[in-house]
């Protein structure tokens, strides 16, 4: 898009200046001066209450390293659902020396997106991911007021109580639980004054709109499936309650029992308070109709968020009076095991990141999926990435490559096996992966290895959701939702016979192709720098010079992201000083380039220099560098082996420079 047109505020020195003798004042007199904005000088009045230093000119960093990462764990659910409408966000003031910010519901900063040239400004006042923004920390502040004053706030230049903070102007609104109203946490836009703009706290607004919109679809399934998966499988009296212990479904025994209506309150029925059930299972009694009951409250959760629950009736008689707590365990609902999400898959690139909205779509449904792409693109990323953004996400997620394992023994891998079927097997059967999936997702890696005469018994099992084990009689009931995967043409396979044309409309329901990397190149400089952070040592940044990133960009990564990864490992594995060079590149990759090098050119290009102030430096190159370096220009210059006057000349083509 165009870059946006600053509009600054009118007589825009007398303001600041106007601001300044306010702050000034205010310093010398230790009392907060007339003002025409209630909501910075009432902020101004709890900072003098509170003792804050008015000439603090850094924010204090409570988190970071796993520290860190445990915060953003406990907060997943919404880094997931904003992390789009941040890089929105960021998009609108592409080229512009701006951040985007989210905080957790105390205002610490989880996650931040910025220009280089802004992330070189702000790490002098600590305006990181890790740090405490809340107003008790750092005074007034579009973060922390925000949170204080419960509405969208902008604070401006001098408006800002810690003097560190006045170059800048900040705009924030609260993201809350559109069914709780619970501070979930804060987005933050900041520039430096001088680009102010009247509608940024306008766009805030409406970008949390969206957070919190989305919020309510994701809960709303969520609840659905919950429900669901309760009613069917508890036959005693039940009850479920959402956050504030307001009534929205119970089954019939529950109403024969407690004669209740959709809408009371578990508290007013029960006589306890919300803060006795919502953190932990408890056991209450409860006398009806000459009956003892004992009452099991099972709190449900997303994340650390409480959503509601469920109350279940069992009954004291004379035989168990003695009656001991219920066991959570048959209640609790089975853990997912997965590992990836999708705001861990790393692209810029608009086909990638295309495909990314429509596997968030495809998570929503209980539709097969199939997943295609060349091998190591990340095909089971996207499966487990579906799946924990999908309302099984609390039940298991189950994997099996069908290429790993041997013909004659997949079809008791995938449905299971009945007691005495084999020889020097388990003597009371096992379980298949169906049944280990049951209610979760069910992953077919490699389905195009699968032998027809499997093909046969997996068709049936999709369309009846029953599996008979191998060697028994007995139907099992199964509940799955299958996400298939293959780096075959399976089109092509059902016209070679190799693949049965009902399976494959079967499995073909929702689709996924993921781009491989050599369409995606863009990715490559963003991808290295994951991988090289993700790996380094404590106190060690691991670099590549531009020699070597020249070489991977040109290399056509048959074996994708996941050959890319390896190569990366390989090089650390051999570097010596920290920063890996083209001498650390493996003899293929190294080859590879200089055949496309010789094809590029017919000689023009022998000289270094020459070579290097060619488009080879892209932006996403430059911006990953200017990060590594933190905005120091003389180091990214160094790094990239060109001169200064080209870093400038490319930030101001890419639009990083102002």
């Known amino acids: ?107 610490i900063i989880l996650k931040g997106i910025a220009t280089s040239e802004a992330w070189a400004k702000v790490d002098p006042i600590r305006f990181v991911p890790g740090a405490d923004w809340s107003e008790e920390a750092s005074g007034t502040n579009a973060i922390g007021t925000a949170i204080i004053e419960g509405k969208p706030t902008q604070v401006f230049a001098a408006e800002h109580f810690c003097q560190g903070w006045h170059p800048w102007v900040c705009s924030a609104a609260p993201i809350r639980d559109p069914f709780t109203n619970q501070l979930l946490g804060v ?26 919109h989305e919020i309510r679809n994701i809960i709303s399934k ?82 650390t968020r409480f959503m509601g629950g469920m109350a279940l009736f069992r009954k004291i008689t004379p035989s168990n009076t003695k009656f001991k707590q219920l066991s959570t365990t048959s209640l609790s609902l089975p853990a997912s095991s997965t590992r990836y999400r999708f705001d861990q898959i790393i692209t810029r690139n608009p086909k990638m990141k295309h495909v990314i909205q429509l596997a968030k779509k495809a998570a929503f449904s209980d539709k097969t999926l199939l997943i295609t792409g060349e091998s190591g693109v990340g095909k089971e990323v996207f499966a487990q990435s579906v799946h924990s953004l999908g309302p099984r996400n609390r039940f298991p997620f189950v994997s099996i490559n069908c290429g790993a394992i041997q013909r004659d023994l997949l079809a008791s891998e995938l449905f299971g096996y009945a007691p005495g079927t084999f020889t020097g097997a388990d003597p009371k059967g096992k379980k298949g992966k169906f049944e280990l999936a049951h209610k979760g997702t069910l992953f077919l890696d490699e389905i195009g290895e699968l032998p027809l005469e499997a093909q046969a018994y997996l068709l049936r099992v999709l369309e009846e959701q029953v599996v008979v084990p191998v060697g028994g009689s007995d139907p099992i009931q199964v509940d799955v939702r299958v996400i298939a995967a293959t780096n075959r043409d399976l089109a092509q396979e059902v016209k070679n016979g190799n693949f049965r044309e009902d399976l494959f409309y079967r499995l073909n329901v929702l689709h996924l192709e993921i781009p491989p990397l050599r369409e995606r190149k863009e990715d490559i400089p963003l991808l290295v720098n994951h991988f090289l952070y993700s790996q380094k040592e404590k106190d060690q940044i691991q670099l590549i010079d531009t020699s070597a990133l020249e070489k991977l960009m040109q290399y056509h990564w048959p074996g994708n992201v996941r050959q890319l990864k390896n190569v990366l490992d390989k090089a650390m594995f051999h570097d010596q000083d920290g920063c890996i060079s083209e001498e650390d590149l493996p003899a293929e990759i190294i080859g590879s380039a200089k055949r496309c090098e010789n094809k590029a050119s017919d000689g023009d290009f022998r000289d270094k220099k020459h070579k290097l102030s060619n488009p080879v430096i892209t932006k996403e190159m430059l911006t990953q560098t200017l990060k590594l370096t933190g905005g120091n220009i003389s180091k990214t210059a160094r790094l990239l082996q060109v001169s200064r006057t080209t870093i400038y000349r490319k930030m101001s083509k890419f639009g990083l420079l102002m």
């Not at 987005?187 to 919190?212: F, N, P």
Request: proline share 4%.
């Open 1 to 107: 898009m165009k870059s946006v047109v600053i509009t600054k505020f009118d007589e825009f020195n007398d303001i600041d200046r106007l601001l300044m003798d306010k702050w000034e004042k205010l310093l010398s007199d230790s009392e907060v001066p007339e003002y025409n904005r209630s909501i910075i000088t009432s902020s101004w009045k709890r900072c003098l209450a509170k003792k804050i230093d008015p000439l603090r000119k850094e924010a204090d960093v409570i988190y970071s390293g796993d520290d860190l990462k445990e915060q953003q764990e406990k907060n997943q659910f919404l880094l997931e659902i904003a992390s789009p409408y941040i890089d929105e966000l960021f998009e609108y003031y592409s080229g512009q020396p701006t951040l985007v910010m989210l905080t957790d519901p105390k205002g």
């Open 187 to 212: 987005l933050d836009l900041t520039a430096e004054k001088r680009l102010v703009q009247a509608h940024d706290l306008h766009l805030i607004t409406s970008q949390v709109r969206k957070i919190e």
């Open 222 to 303: 969520q609840n659905l499936t919950l429900i669901e998966n309760i009613m069917d499988i508890i036959h005693d009296p039940l009850v479920i309650f959402d956050a504030q212990g307001r009534i929205t479904r119970y089954n019939s025994p529950a109403l024969h029992l407690l004669r209740i209506q959709s809408g009371e309150f578990i508290q007013t029925l029960f006589g306890c308070s919300m803060n006795d059930i919502k953190d932990k299972s408890c056991t209450m009694k409860l006398s009806k109709h000459g009956q003892e009951w004992a009452v099991q409250f099972q709190p449900y959760k997303i994340d």
